[in-house]
C-alpha cells in the first residue's frame, strides 16, 4: 500500500481575486472544513505537488500554513461534520 499523509492547510488572504486562486487550488487537493482551511488526505508525491503550487502563489502578504498530521494527532470534531461524509477514511493514512 503506498503511503499517504494527512494535511490541514490554512491560509490568511485579504484580497478576494487571491483568495479564489487559494481556495481553488486546496479544492482540487482536499476539502473545505472552515472558510480558510482545508484537510487532505494524500500521497507523498501529491502532497510535495502541494506545497510546490503554495510556494509559487508565495506573497508576502498572505499568510499560509500547512500542518502534517501525524499518527499522534486525535481529531475531534463538534457541530457540523457533514464535510465528513464526503472524505475518504484509510486506518493507513497515518504513517
Known sequence: MKEKVR???IYDVSYDKRRRTY???LNSFGYRVQESAY??????????????????LENDKDTVIIYKLNS???????????????????ENVFV
Open 39 to 56: 484537510e487532505a488526505h494524500l500521497s507523498y508525491s501529491k502532497y510535495d505537488r502541494l506545497k510546490k503550487c503554495l510556494k509559487k
Open 7 to 9: 494535511v490541514l492547510v
Open 72 to 90: 499522534l494527532c486525535e481529531i475531534i470534531s463538534y457541530g457540523d461534520t457533514s464535510y465528513r461524509e464526503r472524505m475518504i477514511y484509510d
Open 23 to 25: 481556495m481553488k487550488l
